[in-house]
């Protein structure tokens, strides 16, 4: 049985007690390819039985809805069926699992969450913000795993007097910061007029740039271990080569 649901903690909490007792069930909260002898199940969100599902695993780990949260920000392909087998698991033990790294599913759990937490931690860095016209700031990303509202506290708290915007362009949603609240908004593109600053401090900076690069000592494999390329299609320093 292939159970449908829309991603979110809710309807995943409906579906893991749903398929549950299905030793051949297959968790989705994206398309994929169907058999014909395969059955489906689209999953309402049901906030009772899921509310339930949360206390009986937080009886079971403290801190198991941390690793659920994260889980499900994941950009990786096999997320939904990383998250349930984890879960089983949890259930099964009746204990805490995130230290049994024998187990596959606890190994492959950790290493989504270790993903996402990471690009948290490198976006930190590659965040460029660009001052519009009205003084607000704005910086578009395209991370892998779902993490725009993750990355306002750190700007938040870098940047208290300013109001900013932060575009996930993949995902068409924003984390917006007004100078007092956060919120999150979808966003299906944006035009921003930049201010005469703006521009004037982008000219300054790539002309730095260019005049601090050696050409004939370009080490570009070492420059993408630090820099991923998929990063720098939004850094003004550093425009997406040919590959």
């Known amino acids: 049985m292939i ?23 297959v968790l989705s909260s994206r398309g994929c390819q169907l058999s014909l002898a395969q059955e489906t199940v689209f999953v309402t969100p049901e906030p009772e039985r899921a509310k339930k599902a949360e206390q009986r695993l937080l009886k079971i780990d403290p801190d198991c809805m941390n690793d659920l949260s994260t889980l499900l920000r994941s950009g990786d392909q096999d997320r939904d069926m990383v998250a349930l087998n984890y879960f089983k698991l949890l259930v099964k033990e009746g204990r805490p699992v ?32 660009m001052e519009s016209a009205s003084g607000a700031l704005y910086a578009p990303i395209s ?55 703006e521009k004037a401090w982008q000219a300054l900076w790539k002309n730095y740039y260019d005049s601090v690069n050696i050409p004939s000592r370009e080490r570009l494999r070492q420059m993408r271990g630090y820099m991923p ?15």
């Open 229 to 243: 390329v998929r990063y720098w299609k939004f850094m003004p320093e550093r425009s997406r080569p040919t590959l």
């Open 3 to 25: 159970y449908f649901y829309d991603g979110s903690k809710t309807a995943f909490l409906t579906a893991f007690v749903l398929a549950f007792r299905d030793g051949q069930a």
């Open 143 to 197: 991370p892998d795993n779902d993490i725009c509202d993750l990355l306002v506290p750190h700007f938040r708290a870098r940047l208290p007097e300013y109001p900013f915007v932060i575009h996930d362009v993949g995902r068409k949603k924003a984390a917006v910061y007004d100078g007092s609240h956060v919120f999150l908004a979808p966003l299906e593109r944006a035009e921003v007029l930049l201010s005469s600053d």
């Open 98 to 129: 995130r230290k049994m790294f024998a187990e596959e599913c606890v190994t492959a759990a950790m290493e989504c969450i270790r993903r996402v937490t990471f690009e948290i931690h490198r976006f930190h860095g590659f965040v460029r913000f």
